[in-house]
């Protein structure tokens, strides 16, 4: 069984950063489709940033330039790094897994399985 567990949320004033982390257990990391994902009360989950088993990463336009994900293999942990925040950043924010997420669903919610319990993101303005 696949589990996912996000820290490094919290509250920071527009323009600051934080860095997410996502320590996955249960499987074989390297071989995993990792994703961010973030959602406010009533609306859609929405694809932040990805990075399939080859490396290739993808990012939501929003986030371009602001944010980065990366991992550690070795550490089984996947990361997001924001920086430059803005308070329409603010939401909860989702690590997701799966081993077989087909490359056009990297940032749908839809290609994915596995999912943490999340991190609360808040950035005032």
């Known amino acids: 069984q696949v589990q996912l567990v996000e820290s490094g949320g919290g509250s920071v004033q527009s323009g600051g950063s934080l860095r997410l982390s996502c320590v996955v257990s249960?499987?074989?990391?390297?071989?995993?489709?990792m994703g961010w994902f973030r959602q406010d009360p009533g609306e859609e989950r929405e694809g932040v940033a990805a990075?399939?088993?080859?490396?290739?990463?993808k990012y939501a336009d929003s986030v371009k330039g602001r944010f980065t994900i990366s991992q550690d293999n070795s550490k089984n942990t996947l990361y997001l790094q924001m920086n430059s925040l803005k308070p329409e950043d603010t939401a909860m924010y989702y690590c997701?897994?799966?081993?077989?997420?087909?490359?056009?669903?990297?940032?749908?919610?839809?290609?994915?399985?596995?999912w943490g319990q999340g991190t609360q993101v808040t950035v005032s303005s």
């Open positions: 997701a897994a799966d081993p077989r997420t087909p490359r056009w669903l990297v940032l749908s919610r839809a290609g994915y399985t596995y």
């Open positions: 249960g499987y074989t990391y390297s071989w995993l489709f």
């Open positions: 990075i399939d088993s080859d490396g290739i990463i």
